[in-house]
């Protein structure tokens, strides 16, 4: 049963093999990580080692030695696909947590240039100057001559309309038939009261 032994021996040293990536690994994770790593492998293992105590129940049964290579030869090929996939989700993890670490470490180097770049004096005069500007527009648009312009320009603009209106009707009125009229009606203009 030399072939039955090499099988086994493979086997366990698939799960040596998964044990030691872990170790490896696991100090790039964090304790959910740790957690969830280690739940995957112990699931592999066992079913690997379920593998084998199966392996060594059905041994007595198979009598020919091809039949016996054939299901060895699958049992130890899906014990190794498990032990890859769980090797790749354990991987999956560290890079997970890696690209979450790059992500905040480029946050607070971002926000450390921010930092530096509102302290600087060439930020707080601009700002300074933004602000003193905008002050100046607000006070600016406020003015009571100011605001009597924008209203007068508004009435004008409104008078300017109502008289295209008036002159595309006569433009469209048809000079033989007679026209029903539809009443429009008139928006009033309110004027501001003069201070």
């Known amino acids: 049963m030399n072939k039955f032994e090499d099988t086994v021996k493979e086997m366990e ?3 040596e093999e998964l044990e030691k990536d872990l170790a490896d690994k696991s100090d790039k994770l964090d304790d959910a990580g740790k957690e969830k790593a280690r739940a995957l492998v112990e699931k592999t293992e066992e079913a690997i080692k379920s593998s ?3 392996v060594k129940g059905i041994i007595d049964d198979v009598q020919e030695d091809e039949k016996l290579d054939e299901f060895l030869d699958k049992v130890k090929a ?3 696909e498990a032990v890859d996939f769980t090797k790749n989700k354990v991987s999956e993890l560290v890079d997970k947590v890696d690209k979450e670490n790059k992500l905040d470490k480029l946050g607070e180097d971002i926000m450390a240039e921010f930092d530096k770049l509102k302290a600087s004096d060439a930020f707080k005069k ?3 100057f933004l602000n003193d500007t905008l002050s100046k527009v607000t006070d600016y648009f406020n003015k ?3 605001q009597d312009a924008i209203n007068k320009a508004k009435t004008t603009t409104i008078n ?3 008289k295209g209106v008036e002159g595309l009707k006569k433009a469209l ?6 026209v029903e009229e539809t009443p429009v009606e008139k928006t009033p203009v309110e004027e501001e009261p003069k201070e």
């Not at 009125?173 to 007679?178: G, R, S, Y």
């Open 13 to 15: 040293s698939q799960v």
């Open 52 to 54: 084998i105590e199966k």
């Open 78 to 80: 899906k014990s190794m």
């Open 126 to 128: 601009t700002a300074d």
């Open 144 to 146: 009571p001559e100011v």
């Open 160 to 162: 300017i309309a109502e």
């Open 173 to 178: 009125e048809p000079k033989d038939a007679p």
